[in-house]
């Protein structure tokens, strides 16, 4: 587990901002995120090396925080001059917003998917210029970027099933901590070209859900996703323009709505499809830093147990808009049992699992717990789903319960973890 995690409330400006701090497993790296209202998060991961404390900056957060950015870093113990290196997680102008700035002041270069490149030295379409806003592109011009190319790189990393292309061999931070910088698979449909996720670990391979004989678990590594769950904001298609894009898109909304079915909405979950349920069910447990809003917990224990009625309904090939009527028909009675009979078959032996990797029973509904906490929030269908993961939690540790064929820890951690969360309810 991260140690001495400490939060402290900040504002700048009016706005209000959260810095935490804390020193990694490892013993040596510290990780401070700085957690914004408005533009993308940006961590920072500080250890030393030759006899000097270096930086590596995992985004550069919005260019409107320019005059307090500095100053930000240097009240948190961090010196501009001792960065190492500025990993951008995509092109987006409230994530690379300051790239130029901290690169000015420390000579880091910066590490870009070599999609990035078209988005610096090319030309963009007209609905990124929009976002642009005022950002200048010529300021990155400037600077010392490394695109790294995922035909160059080390080879991918398998995580869920899916092969994630690895774009440059994994950096050493400090004595024992490992970066690896990874390509998302190719997709119809993106939030970026250049969408590239980074991970850490105090051990070799992150993705690997075993014990270790160094006793680091899978909670010690880190998943920075950048916006890969992110649901809004501009969608890129591979291969297809602008204005063809648009007047399909149009012809779409016409058809809705003369048919009478109203607008169309796009289907969030399509963007980076395969990708997104990669990190979903590739790790036991991990760590997630995304690029906007709080940490919170991956695991696959979330998409292979506590299934909402939108996650059934398209995992039986619907679309996430269908009516959830179509669960309670006769015919799909016994799918859906199916389903949820797998999903408390996956739940135990999931926490097996996590008993295996050496986490106490105490830490297992510390975990739970956190999980059920985090299945909050969000716009109002998100939120529906979340309060059914809930749900479906508890109704699983009610059965777990009374489980007259687990062990009696088992049945004890179930008590223990079904009276914490109903006191959260």
Known sequence: ???????????????????????????????????????????????????????????????????????????????????????????????????????????????VHANFRRFVEGAIGQEERRWLGDFSLAQLRECNIEYLDPSGGPGPVNIGGVDFPGLVEPILLGKVGRLQILACPD??????????????????????????????????DIVFSGDLWLMEGPMYYRGVRDISRQVRFGLRQVRGMLSGGGMFHRDPRVQDSQAKEALKRGFSLVRV?????EEFLGSRLIPGSLLADRDLLVGFGYSMNASTAILKSD???????????????????????????????????????????????????????????????????????GDGTVSGEMLQLAISTLVAVKRIS
């Open 1 to 111: 587990m991260s140690r001495d995690r400490r939060t402290y409330p900040r504002r700048t400006g009016g706005e209000p901002y959260v810095i935490t701090k804390e020193r990694l497993s490892d013993g040596d790296t510290d990780l401070t995120g700085f957690f914004f209202r408005y533009g993308a998060n940006i961590f920072v991961l500080s250890y030393t090396q030759d006899g000097t404390r270096k930086h590596t900056f995992v985004d550069a957060g919005d260019s409107r925080y320019r005059d307090k950015m500095l100053p930000m870093l240097v009240e948190n113990g961090i010196e501009p001059a001792g960065i190492e290196r500025i990993i951008i997680t995509h092109r987006h102008p409230d994530h690379c917003g300051l790239a130029h700035l901290l690169a000015g002041e420390s000579g880091a270069k910066i590490m």
């Open 187 to 220: 997709a119809e449909q993106m939030h970026s070209p250049d969408q590239v996720v980074v991970l850490y670990s105090p051990r070799g391979n992150p993705h690997r859900q075993e014990k270790t004989q160094g006793g680091y678990r899978p909670t010690d």
């Open 289 to 293: 830093e995304p690029g906007h809003g």
């Open 331 to 401: 015919e799909m009675a016994s799918r859906v049992a199916a389903v949820r009979e797998q999903g408390y078959a996956n739940f135990v032996k999931e926490l097996s699992v996590w008993r295996d990797l050496g986490y106490t029973p105490e830490e297992i509904t510390g975990l739970l717990v956190r999980i059920y906490r985090e299945q909050s929030g969000g716009g109002p269908l998100v939120e529906q789903d979340r309060k059914q993961r809930r749900k479906r939690l508890r109704d699983t540790l009610a059965r777990l319960r």
